[in-house]
């Protein structure tokens, strides 16, 4: 399949897990691909992918904290003003930080905020003047089961990822007649940097986690389940999908 042979794609949190297969996924199906991450060390990792992929010459590779405006300002807006259109928004960036909730500083609280959903604000809004020129314009969020399903030890991430549903829904909304499309993905035990290190508080009651496993496969599933839907939505096959998120759990939460 080459559904993004004629398309621009901008991934964040492209330096790891979900994001590093979106863009393995993307390049594979002839996407020319804008890869974003805060981590140089995980952007090597995703070009020495592309180039024993045969791809490299259709990766761009940007360092960049997503919470920061000017950077995503200067260097997001730098690189798809110098590309002259954009597709496709991934915004895959986030962290996963745990505690007991009255244990949460304010310092804590803002962080998990600040990369998660107002860094998925800052993209957005850089790449959506572009995104509307293309009249085909795609913006998928990264939602999370823990937004709905009440997962302990999480209030922070899991309000940023309900701050994210509601935000991909409102500009869904926003921008329909300009042919945006905008939808969520709310994966859950996908095996990544994120979930290999939780970092659940030590004291914590493990019994509030005992519906948490998927009812299908082996345990955790490969990043790659959730690209191949991910590039499902972006493309042409997604196109009467907006508005809306898919949880892709493997049943966890049914
Ligand atoms: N793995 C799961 O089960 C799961 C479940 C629900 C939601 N998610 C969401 O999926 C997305 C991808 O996460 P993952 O599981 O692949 O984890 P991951 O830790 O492997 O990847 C996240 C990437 O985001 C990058 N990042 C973090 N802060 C950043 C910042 N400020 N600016 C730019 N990049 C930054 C990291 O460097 C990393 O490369 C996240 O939004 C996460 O919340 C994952």
């Given at each position: 399949?080459?559904?993004?042979?004629?398309?621009?794609i901008?991934?964040?949190?492209?330096?790891?897990g979900?994001?590093?297969a979106?863009?393995?996924?993307?390049?594979?199906?002839?996407?020319?691909?804008?890869?974003?991450?805060?981590?140089?060390?995980?952007l090597?990792?995703?070009?020495?992918?592309?180039?024993?992929?045969?791809?490299?010459?259709?990766?761009?590779?940007?360092?960049?904290d997503?919470s920061?405006e000017?950077?995503?300002?200067?260097?997001i807006g730098?690189?798809?003003?110098k590309?002259?259109?954009?597709?496709?928004?991934?915004n895959?960036a986030?962290?996963?930080?745990?505690?007991h909730?009255h244990k949460?500083?304010?310092?804590f609280?803002?962080?998990?905020?600040?990369?998660?959903?107002?860094?998925?604000f800052l993209?957005?809004r850089?790449?959506l003047?572009?995104?509307?020129?293309?009249?085909?314009?795609?913006?998928?969020?990264?939602?999370?089961?823990?937004?709905s399903?009440?997962?302990p030890?999480?209030?922070?991430?899991a309000?940023?990822k309900?701050?994210?549903?509601?935000?991909?829904h409102?500009?869904?909304?926003?921008?329909?007649k300009?042919?945006?499309?905008?939808?969520?993905?709310?994966?859950?035990?996908?095996?990544?940097?994120?979930?290999?290190?939780p970092?659940?508080?030590a004291?914590?009651?493990?019994s509030?986690?005992?519906k948490?496993?998927?009812?299908i496969?082996?345990?955790f599933?490969?990043?790659?389940?959730v690209?191949?839907?991910?590039?499902?939505?972006?493309?042409?096959?997604?196109?009467?999908v907006?508005?809306t998120?898919?949880?892709?759990?493997?049943?966890?939460?049914?």
């Amino acid at each position: 399949m080459n559904r993004f042979e004629d398309r621009i794609i901008l991934v964040t949190g492209a330096g790891s897990g979900i994001g590093q297969a979106t863009v393995e996924r993307l390049l594979a199906e002839g996407g020319q691909v804008l890869a974003l991450d805060v981590s140089e060390a995980g952007l090597k990792v995703t070009e020495e992918r592309a180039r024993e992929a045969g791809a490299a010459d259709r990766l761009t590779l940007i360092t960049a904290d997503i919470s920061d405006e000017a950077a995503v300002q200067d260097k997001i807006g730098g690189t798809i003003a110098k590309a002259g259109r954009l597709d496709v928004l991934v915004n895959a960036a986030g962290i996963l930080r745990s505690e007991h909730t009255h244990k949460t500083s304010l310092e804590f609280w803002n962080r998990v905020l600040a990369i998660n959903l107002t860094g998925t604000f800052l993209v957005t809004r850089e790449c959506l003047p572009l995104l509307l020129a293309s009249g085909r314009g795609v913006v998928v969020n990264f939602s999370s089961t823990s937004a709905s399903f009440a997962h302990p030890y999480m209030a922070a991430y899991a309000a940023s990822k309900g701050g994210i549903q509601s935000f991909t829904h409102t500009i869904a909304s926003e921008y329909a007649k300009q042919g945006l499309r905008a939808v969520a993905v709310a994966p859950g035990s996908i095996a990544s940097g994120m979930t290999n290190t939780p970092g659940i508080p030590a004291d914590a009651d493990f019994s509030l986690f005992a519906k948490m496993s998927p009812a299908i496969g082996e345990g955790f599933a490969n990043p790659s389940s959730v690209a191949g839907v991910i590039a499902m939505l972006a493309s042409d096959d997604g196109a009467f999908v907006t508005g809306t998120e898919l949880r892709i759990d493997g049943g966890t939460h049914m």
